[in-house]
């Protein structure tokens, strides 16, 4: 099937049957389409021949923008000279120089890397290596897992057990049992337009201990979260949550994982969020800007302790669990192209120089209509609107058509529009995005 570019839109629908799309109302997409055909630094170019201002960087993965020549070459190099070579039982030397890469910018002591396809399959590895752990050094009984509401950790069932976003839990009430959750820390009531970290929130924190005197520690394998919640509308973490997690994990013996698949390559100015706040955990999940979102990969960091201690057995396979595709040459020549990029143009570093302008242009839409709240750390944000009569999310619904329509895209999360431009982006452009933003949520109803 092959898009007509003369062809008009309700044409084009009658061919749109095939793809079951994810994450999308189905339905509603194929009757009014919403179709990109190319793109190049930090514009779309839709099927119509509109540019589009990126304002999320694909799905929060396009950090140094789109079309990256070097990129591109690298990938086409590797896919002639190396297509594809086993990693079971084999090797070829891509996944061992990418992971070496990927631990010099790594917290102290994560510097043992297992690769995936996607931040779903990094969840999922990061839950079974924890549990492989705690029984490799004793700990047999530590098999509860402990995630957040609203968590977002990807679609497999570890993910959607320990996540928190009740819509992709509802249909799949089979799920990982001897699973608790902490509780969000969105709290607008006291919160509300915060500038940098929110205020108040750390007794959040407390509730783990509260699970493991239910529970028992000798019971809980492992805590996973996201530094900054993405997914569910760009949740901050308040001012010493997440130092008074790694006390509370670190008493008990209890491994806190990090998911950094959105908050990891920049996002929040430093290679991880782990960094940016001081808190390093025992293993953090990634995907995304690992390959500046060309070619799918996740990559797992593993605390060297951890490692070390599943490679004490009689010898033979250590873990077993992998994927066909982990450390894909193709995909690591994309993430070694990619890592040169945000070095060489310093990309991390310019997240925190631009986070002040960046602040300062989504804040100055707290006085438009609805605007219950609004976030901002590093380059991303979120605004949160009040639900209109409809019900919840059809005003967020709405500004997020409006947006594009007038050639910006954001995500939209009930009624928080989520922004995360590429880091490339310059400050005339973060200037056009604030006021095509701010004339949607004027017109929404
Ligand atoms: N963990 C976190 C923290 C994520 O944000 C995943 C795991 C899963 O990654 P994969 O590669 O399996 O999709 C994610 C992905 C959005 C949105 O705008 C967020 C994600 C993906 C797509 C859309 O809400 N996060
Ligand atoms: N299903 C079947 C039938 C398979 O043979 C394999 C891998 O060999 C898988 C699933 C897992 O695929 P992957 O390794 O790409 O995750």
């Known amino acids: 099937m092959t898009f007509d570019n003369s062809a008009n839109m309700i044409e084009k629908t009658n061919t749109l049957d095939n793809f079951w799309m994810p994450f999308t109302a189905n339905r509603q997409f194929k009757a009014k389409p919403r179709l990109l055909e190319s793109a190049a630094g930090i514009y779309f170019t839709s099927d119509d021949g509109r540019q589009i201002l990126d304002g999320t960087a694909g799905l929060w993965c396009c950090n140094a923008g789109h079309g990256r020549q070097e990129i591109t070459e690298a990938v086409s190099k590797q896919i002639a000279k190396l297509d594809f070579a086993p990693t079971f039982q084999m090797g070829h030397p891509l996944p061992f120089e990418l992971a070496s890469r990927l631990a010099e910018i790594a917290p102290p002591g994560l510097n043992r890397i297992f690769f995936t396809n996607s931040g779903s399959e990094s969840a999922d590895t990061a839950l079974k290596i924890a549990l492989a752990y705690q029984r490799a050094i004793g ?86 979260v996201e530094p900054m919640s993405g997914s569910a509308g ?81 010898d033979g396979i250590e873990l077993f669990h992998g994927y066909t595709y982990s450390g894909h040459p193709v995909a690591c020549a994309a993430a070694l192209a990619t890592l040169d990029i945000y070095q060489q143009e310093q990309l991390f570093e310019r997240a925190i120089e631009l986070e002040g302008y960046w602040q300062d242009g989504l804040h100055s839409l707290r006085d438009l209509p609805n605007v219950l709240d609004i976030r901002a750390i590093g380059l991303v944000g979120g605004v949160q609107l009040a639900a209109n009569s409809q019900g919840p999310g059809k005003r967020g619904f709405q500004v997020f058509e409006q947006c594009f329509h007038n050639d910006l895209m954001v995500r939209v999360t009930g009624d928080t529009l989520a922004m995360s431009p590429p880091l490339i982006v310059t400050k005339a452009q973060i200037d056009t995005l604030v006021e095509k933003l701010a004339d949607a949520i004027r017109q929404a109803d």
């Open 139 to 224: 700990q047999s009984s530590r098999t509860r897992l402990i995630g957040r509401e609203l968590g977002y950790h990807g679609v497999g069932f570890g993910g959607i057990s320990v996540g928190g976003m009740v819509n992709n839990r509802r249909a799949f009430p089979l799920q990982l049992p001897g699973v608790d959750h902490l509780p969000h820390t969105l709290d607008i009531a006291r919160n509300a337009f915060s500038t940098g970290l929110p205020e108040f929130g750390i007794e959040k924190a407390d509730e783990l201990e509260r699970l493991v005197t239910l529970h028992g520690a000798e019971n809980i394998a492992a805590v996973i």
């Open 234 to 314: 760009v949740i901050l973490p308040p001012v010493g949550y997440l130092q008074r997690l790694r006390e509370i994990t670190r008493k008990h013996g209890i491994l806190l994982i990090f998911d950094e698949v959105i908050t990891g390559f920049g996002r929040v100015g430093k290679a991880f969020a782990a960094q940016r706040w001081g808190v390093t955990p025992d293993l953090i999940t990634t995907a995304k800007g690992l390959t500046n979102g060309a070619i799918p990969m996740g990559a797992v960091f593993v605390d060297e302790r951890i490692h070390d201690a599943l490679m004490q057995g009689p």
